[in-house]
């Protein structure tokens, strides 16, 4: 029963890809995908009603999208992790699956949570906010789950291999490991994707097969068209999720750029559309090897750029400015600090990254140049999945074209959208 009412309100949430509403159903008839024995004996209940529930919700999977077995992932990245999103139901479904003693079979990262799981005191969470996010987070503990709270697991140690079978859930997440990594994973839902670290494997349909990999749209970015800061990258992917929704786009015309910029480009094109793999001509590692003979174009020049600025900003003066989204990496945090030091901030300014990148930062001496400016290195959370709305905080100042999507309807903010150099107001202390 409580299974059944987490994974109802979690796909609700989530608006989840990979189910359509078909989780709750009794199996009934046989699968048409190929199962091992060892598959059929979980799926009759031997290994306990957990691993059941799991397996058949994979059996489901595949047998609506074509799959033709499971394969065996190398990772698995679950969303639903903060208690902003899943609330008690899915609170008490983690506590059943921890306390019936189940675990994961694989390396497994949670996305973020909704709170700074160690500094939550001084940035101003709730103890009753904290309390149940915190029994969320031993849950997980208890299952096994590496308990580092990020949407770029790539950067804190959970980073797969040119193709490898993963099972990821936050969006940003996928795209970068299809796209920037050629690692293989559909966009789960949180469900599919705890089910697949228990039972270690996910169905083989979709982005696991390479002919589902294909370009099916070119994008050619024009060269007067200047993509400097990692919000540049962010207008080029809402424009472009805009255009494509799900469709796989093929770009051509982005000259350069690092692993920071392509995060932000489909980081927001997964936002503002469904694009859960690109490919960059000379930079991504798939590029040169899909087909892009005869596909239709869209063209991008400076005023689409210029416009999704202005669609992007339905506020006039931040009163906090979140950046790290996705979470920052630590070149992003050196950046910050270079523009922070010796300065005083007029305004808050928070960076969002994951605890190890904080860690770090924390060892270059980076983390007291923010905090002395006045500003934030906020781990474990971020701007949308913590509940910033109840914290004071009318307008935000981002520079994240994903956070500038979901931040008006996720967290009642109005929204500034410019590059960093803009938002962050500082005077000489
Ligand atoms: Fe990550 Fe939160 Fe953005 S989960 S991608 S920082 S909305």
Same mark, same amino acid.
């Given at each position: /029963?409580?299974?059944?009412?987490? $994974?109802? %309100?979690?796909?609700?949430?989530?608006?989840? +890809?990979?189910?359509?509403?078909?989780?709750?159903?009794?199996?009934?008839?046989?699968?048409?995908?190929?199962?091992?024995?060892?598959?059929?004996?979980?799926?009759?209940?031997?290994?306990?009603?957990?691993?059941? =529930?799991? +397996?058949?919700?994979?059996? =489901?999977?595949?047998?609506?999208?074509?799959?033709?077995?499971?394969?065996?992932?190398?990772?698995?990245?679950?969303?639903?992790?903060?208690?902003?999103? #899943?609330?008690?139901?899915?609170? &008490?479904?983690?506590?059943?699956?921890?306390?019936?003693?189940?675990?994961?079979?694989?390396?497994?990262?949670?996305?973020?949570?909704? /709170?700074?799981?160690?500094?939550?005191?001084?940035?101003? $969470?709730?103890?009753?906010?904290? =309390?149940?996010?915190?029994?969320?987070?031993?849950?997980?503990?208890? /299952?096994?789950?590496?308990?580092?709270?990020?949407?770029?697991?790539?950067?804190?140690?959970?980073?797969?291999? $040119?193709?490898?079978?993963?099972?990821?859930?936050?969006?940003?997440?996928?795209?970068?490991?299809?796209?920037?990594?050629?690692?293989?994973?559909?966009? !789960?839902?949180?469900?599919?994707?705890?089910?697949?670290? #228990?039972?270690?494997?996910?169905?083989?349909?979709?982005?696991?097969?390479?002919?589902?990999?294909?370009?099916? #749209?070119?994008?050619?970015?024009?060269?007067?068209?200047?993509?400097? $800061?990692?919000?540049?990258?962010?207008?080029?992917?809402?424009?472009?999720?805009?255009?494509?929704?799900?469709?796989?786009?093929?770009?051509?015309?982005?000259?350069?750029?690092?692993?920071?910029?392509?995060?932000?480009?489909?980081?927001?094109?997964?936002?503002?559309?469904?694009?859960?793999?690109?490919?960059?001509?000379?930079?991504?590692?798939?590029?040169?090897?899909?087909?892009?003979?005869?596909? &239709?174009?869209? @063209?991008?020049?400076?005023?689409?750029?210029?416009?999704?600025?202005?669609?992007?900003?339905?506020?006039? @003066?931040?009163?906090?400015?979140?950046?790290?989204?996705?979470?920052?990496?630590?070149?992003?945090?050196?950046?910050?600090?270079?523009?922070?030091? !010796?300065?005083?901030?007029?305004?808050?300014?928070? +960076?969002?990254?994951? =605890?190890?990148?904080?860690?770090?930062?924390?060892?270059?001496?980076?983390?007291?140049?923010?905090?002395?400016?006045?500003? %934030?290195?906020?781990?474990?959370?971020?701007?949308?999945?913590?509940? #910033? &709305?109840? /914290?004071?905080?009318?307008?935000?100042?981002?520079?994240?074209?994903?956070?500038?999507?979901?931040?008006?309807?996720?967290?009642?903010?109005?929204?500034?959208?410019?590059? +960093?150099?803009?938002?962050?107001?500082?005077?000489?202390?």
């Amino acid at each position: /029963m409580k299974i059944e009412v987490f $994974f109802v %309100k979690t796909i609700k949430y989530y608006k989840c +890809i990979t189910c359509l509403g078909i989780l709750c159903q009794d199996l009934g008839s046989r699968s048409g995908m190929y199962l091992t024995k060892e598959e059929e004996r979980i799926l009759e209940g031997e290994m306990g009603e957990v691993q059941e =529930r799991m +397996i058949r919700l994979l059996v =489901r999977l595949g047998d609506i999208y074509g799959a033709d077995r499971m394969i065996p992932v190398g990772s698995v990245q679950v969303a639903g992790v903060s208690y902003k999103s #899943i609330g008690d139901p899915g609170l &008490e479904f983690l506590e059943d699956i921890a306390e019936k003693g189940e675990k994961v079979k694989v390396l497994t990262y949670l996305n973020p949570a909704g /709170m700074d799981l160690e500094d939550w005191k001084n940035l101003g $969470f709730s103890e009753d906010f904290a =309390r149940n996010q915190l029994r969320i987070i031993d849950a997980f503990r208890k /299952m096994g789950v590496v308990v580092t709270s990020t949407c770029t697991p790539y950067l804190a140690g959970n980073l797969p291999r $040119f193709r490898e079978h993963i099972a990821w859930s936050e969006s940003s997440a996928v795209s970068f490991a299809n796209s920037v990594i050629g690692a293989r994973t559909n966009r !789960e839902g949180g469900p599919s994707a705890l089910a697949a670290a #228990i039972c270690g494997k996910t169905p083989n349909y979709g982005l696991h097969l390479w002919n589902n990999r294909q370009p099916q #749209i070119i994008v050619n970015v024009d060269a007067d068209v200047n993509l400097n $800061f990692l919000s540049d990258f962010g207008a080029l992917g809402y424009f472009v999720g805009k255009q494509v929704r799900n469709k796989i786009p093929y770009f051509r015309g982005i000259k350069n750029a690092d692993t920071d910029q392509l995060k932000a480009l489909g980081a927001a094109m997964a936002a503002s559309g469904a694009v859960a793999l690109y490919h960059v001509e000379g930079l991504t590692p798939e590029a040169d090897l899909v087909e892009k003979n005869g596909l &239709e174009t869209v @063209e991008v020049t400076k005023k689409e750029i210029i416009d999704t600025y202005d669609r992007l900003s339905t506020g006039l @003066e931040p009163d906090i400015v979140i950046l790290g989204c996705p979470h920052a990496s630590l070149r992003e945090i050196s950046m910050l600090a270079d523009k922070l030091r !010796e300065k005083t901030l007029k305004k808050p300014v928070w +960076i969002c990254t994951s =605890r190890m990148i904080k860690e770090a930062a924390d060892r270059m001496g980076l983390v007291d140049v923010i905090e002395k400016a006045g500003g %934030k290195v906020v781990a474990d959370t971020c701007m949308v999945v913590s509940p #910033i &709305e109840d /914290m004071g905080f009318k307008t935000t100042g981002v520079n994240s074209g994903k956070a500038a999507n979901y931040l008006p309807g996720f967290c009642k903010q109005n929204v500034v959208f410019a590059n +960093i150099d803009r938002l962050i107001e500082v005077q000489t202390s």
